[in-house]
């Protein structure tokens, strides 16, 4: 009789080890407590228009690729995606417009053009990068952190004695000052702070190697749009014979002798062998797993950003703006200040316009554009959120209205809003925070939660709130490395 395997959520993750386990001859089922698979992954439709609501840079395409090869299918029958030619169109205040292009060297001759910075400073800095990522990828990536083999391996050596390459001991803004004479480079790569949802005037500089994924390996996009990875990777799931539960949540995981024994849903008892929960270890801790104290202190750190997002059904077509545009704020520093230490929202927010009918069609009608348009905002700490939301959407029509000198407002015919409280509702996300807990002190990546505990056997942890971190790739990354451990 084949051994069976649970999984609790059908984010990202959860289905990276559905399909991971069913490969390696388990039964599995995934029981996830709303009607559709990918959890922040979603999207929603309106009158001929459809967004993505979560995630929107798909970068590292091949861990998802690496999924459809496994079971010896061809990602491109079920999920088509291109390389960006231009991954971000930048805007500052002072009215400097910078393509961030997909070619590096075009990338770099753009730089040097609009804003005097040396070419060689941003080869350079590209190149340190791929050496960052080069030196961690398989020692804090795609590896258990906590584990001592991973300690004692000859990568891990080598990236200790490498450890001054790493930037570990300055901030990311630190570094970026270091080598950018520009303050728009400067604030253009202490943005991928954000990717992560923390703080470049408090984050490690070893963060920096986030910009080597987009910059060095490229950023994707899938022709249907993102929505379709989560939709296609559920389908490739159940096409290995995986069992999805929607619209059923796990009550609790039961454990007996210090091991997993199945699961309960509506008071019913589902036996299982292991056990792998893509719910946020906040929620996951409180209400599922009973038998094992709370770690009260583990919760004590700041969470990463939550974001405020307006889904707006455009009438009309914007042909200066790309697929991800960012609107950056006038003072970078205050607008951090805001979110981690007086937990508010600025009222210079950087905006980010995501629109995927530039790329996919049908995802608006005739003239029309879908603007995603997004905050980064703090964790949710019971702030009066509504006020928060009326100020923050005046402050953001006023800077599109001053920055691309177009008048938006006549032209919403439609608007859905997300905001902390309702992610972290929908898809259990402690303090609806996007990414686990921020990384924002020196020692954030060696205190993650890890994807097992020894004390409890049977029992695995994957998703954004665990090692290695939050963001698809890293979510695919905590899949791979829980698979590593389950015999
Ligand atoms: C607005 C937004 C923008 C983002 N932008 C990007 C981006 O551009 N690029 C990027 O890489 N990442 C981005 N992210 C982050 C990325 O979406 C997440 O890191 C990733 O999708 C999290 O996946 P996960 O596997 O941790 O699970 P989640 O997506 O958090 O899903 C967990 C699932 O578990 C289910 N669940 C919870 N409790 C239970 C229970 N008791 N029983 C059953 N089911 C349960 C939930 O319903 C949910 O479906 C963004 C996120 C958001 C919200």
Redesign the pocket.
């Known amino acids: 009789m084949k051994s069976k395997a649970v999984i ?7 289905l990276s080890s559905a399909i991971r386990l069913v490969q390696k001859g388990y039964e599995v089922s995934v ?4 009607g559709h698979p ?4 979603n999207q929603i439709e309106w009158n001929g228009y459809r967004w993505d ?7 590292l395409p091949e861990l998802v690729e690496e999924l459809f090869l496994m079971c010896g299918e061809e990602i491109k029958t079920s999920v088509r995606y291109v390389r960006l030619e231009n991954i971000t169109r930048y805007f500052y205040e002072d009215g400097t417009i910078l393509n961030a292009y997909g070619d590096p060297r075009r990338f770099i001759k753009e730089i040097e053009s609009v804003t005097g910075e040396p070419g060689v400073h941003v080869q350079k800095y590209l190149d340190r990068c791929r050496s960052m990522y080069n030196l961690t990828r398989d020692v804090f990536i795609f590896k258990p952190f906590n584990r001592l083999g991973t300690l004692l391996s000859g990568k891990f050596l080598k990236a200790m004695l490498q450890a001054w390459k790493l930037d570990p001991l300055t901030t990311m803004h630190q570094a970026n000052r270091k080598r950018f004479d520009s303050p728009h480079l400067i604030q253009l790569f202490d943005r991928y702070a954000t ?1 992560n949802g923390s703080n470049p005037y408090k984050a490690p500089g070893t963060l920096n190697v986030i910009s080597h994924l987009e910059h060095n390996l490229g950023a994707y996009f899938p022709n249907k749009g993102m929505f379709s990875i989560a939709l296609e990777l559920s389908r490739l799931a159940e096409r290995q014979g995986v069992k999805f539960h929607f619209n ?3 009550e609790e995981v039961l454990v007996k002798n210090r091991k997993t024994t199945g699961i309960l849903v509506d008071g019913r008892f589902t036996p299982a062998d292991v056990v792998v929960s ?3 270890i906040f ?1 996951l801790y409180r ?2 797993l009973k038998s094992v104290t709370f770690p009260e202190k583990y919760f004590k750190r700041d969470q990463s950003t939550s ?1 405020l ?1 307006f889904y707006w059904a455009v009438d009309r077509q914007f042909p200066g703006l790309d697929l991800h545009n960012i609107l950056f704020s006038g003072n970078y520093e205050e607008e951090f200040r805001h979110l981690f230490d007086l937990k508010t929202v600025y009222q210079d927010p950087t905006v980010y316009i995501f629109i995927s009918s530039k790329m996919v069609q049908g995802d608006a009608p005739g003239n029309g554009e879908n603007w995603f348009v ?1 905050i980064n905002v703090p964790e949710n700490r019971g702030q009066d959120w509504d006020q928060m939301i009326d100020a923050s959407r005046e402050h953001i029509i006023r800077k599109i209205e001053r920055m691309l000198g177009a008048d938006i407002t006549p032209h919403i015919r439609k608007e859905f809003i ?1 905001d902390p409280r309702s ?1 972290e509702k ?4 402690y303090r609806g925070s ?2 686990g807990a921020s990384s924002n002190s020196k020692n954030a990546a060696f205190s993650r939660h890890p994807n097992f505990l020894r004390k409890l056997k049977g029992l695995y942890f ?4 665990v090692h290695p971190g ?4 890293l ?1 695919l990354a905590s899949a791979k490395i829980a698979d590593q451990y389950i015999k």
């Open positions: 609790i959520g059908a984010g990202i993750a959860g029981y996830e407590q709303s990918g959890g922040k992954l609501t979560g995630p929107s840079l798909f970068t990717y059923q949540r796990v893509d719910v946020d929620y209400d599922l974001a997002i997004m997300e992610i929908r898809t259990y996300s996007l990414y994957v998703g954004g709130s939050g963001g698809i790739p979510c």
